[in-house]
Nanobody
Framework: QVQLVESGGGLVQPGGSLRLSCAASGTIFNIIVMGWYRQAPGKQRELVATITPGGSTNSADSVKGRFTISRDNAKNTVYLQMNDLKPEDTAVYYC????????????WGQGTQVTVSS
């Protein structure tokens, strides 16, 4: 079994910051990538940022320069530092891990709500 436990969401004013954390546990080997996605009401889930074990990152244009993804490989934990938050960043943020072990594995966290409002 694989579990992804997310934390750090909440309510913040525009221009504020939040840091999301996601700890992965269980039978996890050969991680391909970990990352964050988000889904706003009435919209499809979209990529926010991903990071490989080697540290290569990918992020959506809408968050470049404001959000930073990082990870602690020893702890199988990924972080998302979100600065200069905007109302349009309001969404449920989901952690994701993809790894190769007896086939391809793709797991999601339960989601954490981020609300940006004055």
């Amino acid at each position: 079994q694989v579990q992804l436990v997310e934390s750090g969401g909440g309510l913040v004013q525009p221009g504020g910051s939040l840091r999301l954390s996601c700890a992965a546990s269980g039978t996890i080997f050969n991680i391909i990538v970990m990352g964050w996605y988000r889904q706003a009401p009435g919209k499809q889930r979209e990529l926010v940022a991903t990071i490989t074990p080697g540290g290569s990152t990918n992020s959506a244009d809408s968050v470049k320069g404001r959000f930073t993804i990082s990870r602690d490989n020893a702890k199988n934990t990924v972080y998302l530092q979100m600065n200069d938050l905007k109302p349009e960043d309001t969404a449920v943020y989901y952690c994701n891990v993809q790894f190769q072990y007896r086939g391809f594995n793709n797991y999601w966290g339960q989601g954490t709500q981020v609300t940006v409002s004055s």
